[in-house]
């Protein structure tokens, strides 16, 4: 019985610094112009040999940038076969360290929609040219600002197959653009967002409907902005908090959402 347990305690060891092994990821360099931008990659490496190509994940950050929290959900995705990069959206080295220099930041491209199509639109074409991602089969994700970002490269008419929109923005200055949407849409909200309030939402809605767009939303009670990132902290009272059973949740969503696209 002894060394039944020891050969099982060795296995599930082995199981477990393989899978660590198994996941790479690396930091990505590419230019827009004379910008140069920074994005983060992560896949798995078990059966690179028989899986040619895999569905790829564009990710968008938060309003500070590419942090712990969004290299974490590049991570995730990997995990589940995905080959997922972190877009860069500001440039390199340009991480604002306080919630004013964010909202100054994210305004820039807020202000100017046609300049924050054509930064993740950049991100897009650097994740098609990963060898190992098959690029009939691509989706957008975005968190908070990030969310506001996948849905203009919707509207933009990108053609990939969905976009999630995790607590972000809703509203837009060409919502007649919404009739460019070539993929499924899926917008996961917090019911209590002080900063989505509830006419954002309804003319959101009024515009996927207008348009004829394939949509969803789901709205998680309870829940603030920003309710995916623990750094958020647990104060609903402050607008943003984290919330493990929206987080929980809209991932679970989401990861149904991409298994229909990509079917």
């Known amino acids: 019985m002894l060394r039944l347990a020891l050969t099982v305690l060795t296995l599930l060891i082995m199981t477990t610094l393989n899978s660590q092994a198994a996941l790479i990821t690396r930091t990505i360099e590419y230019k827009l112009g004379e910008t140069v931008l920074e994005g983060y ?13 895999r569905p790829g994940i564009l990710i968008i950050h938060e309003w500070t940038g590419i942090n712990d929290h969004i290299r974490q959900r590049a991570e995730m995705l990997a995990k589940l ?3 997922a990069f972190a877009a860069d959206i500001y440039g390199k080295g340009i991480r604002p360290a306080t919630s004013a220099d964010a909202a100054k930041t994210a305004g820039v491209y807020k202000s100017d929609r046609p300049l ?11 994740l098609k040219a990963q060898k190992l991602v098959d690029p009939q089969r691509i989706s957008a ?20 197959k969905g976009f999630v929109s995790f607590h972000g923005g809703l509203s837009t200055p060409t919502p007649q653009d919404a009739k460019n949407v070539r993929g499924k849409v899926l917008v996961l909200h917090g019911a209590d967002d ?12 009024s515009e ?9 939303l789901v709205s998680y ?19 943003a908090a984290y919330n493990e059973k929206a987080d929980m949740r809209s ?5 149904l959402f991409l298994a229909e696209i990509f079917r």
């Open 41 to 53: 990659l992560a896949y798995d490496s078990a059966n690179i040999s028989k899986i040619t190509l």
């Open 116 to 126: 924050m199509r054509t930064r993740v639109a950049a991100g897009l074409e650097t």
């Open 251 to 255: 991932w679970e969503t989401m990861k």
């Open 141 to 160: 994700i975005g968190y908070c600002f990030g969310g506001t970002t996948v849905l203009e490269l919707a509207r933009s008419g990108a053609d990939i």
């Open 208 to 216: 996927m409907r207008t348009a004829g767009v394939d949509w969803q």
């Open 194 to 205: 002080p900063f989505v309030k509830a006419d954002e939402v309804a003319a959101f809605q």
């Open 81 to 83: 076969g995905y080959v």
């Open 221 to 239: 009670g309870n829940a603030v902005h920003s309710f995916t990132n623990r750094a958020a902290g647990t104060d609903n009272s402050k607008g």
